[in-house]
């Protein structure tokens, strides 16, 4: 049998990065951490701009109303937090992993990242009800075949 060479499917980048992943998780790349512990971040808010498809992850504190607080790798070279009722309220489609650009707005101490309007729902039509996602892992034997449920 012929070795067969695996192409790595990790893009490095040296700008900040956000990944939303398919267990509904957002991440932060090398760059983003940086920036995050720079400025000694432990708890972030999400915000929200519908008009623009924008997300924002503001630095917060603990006491701050809905603050999540955000989990660093031993290393330091990584960092998220759990976000599956933010995703499913802007209807973002979080079945797969997909990384965004961020850009740090200094003034107002948050990671900013535009969302294409084609990962909103199924079709990208922002009016249109998600539904319940169904994680692969927790499928049942009548759920076979579906990841979207009426």
Known sequence: MAWELYARQIIRTGEPTVTIGKMGRIAFNMKAVAILREHEATHAVLLWNKESHECAVRIASSKDAGAYTLTYNKKYNGAGFSSVTFL???????????SFNAVWNDSEKMLVFPIPQQYFGT????????????????????????????
Do not use: C, H
């Open 88 to 98: 499913n309220y802007i209807r973002y489609d979080w079945t797969e992993t997909r």
């Open 123 to 150: 079709s990208g039509n922002l009016s249109q009800e998600l539904g319940k996602v169904k994680r692969p892992d927790r499928l049942k034997p009548e759920d076979e075949g579906t990841l979207m449920a009426e």
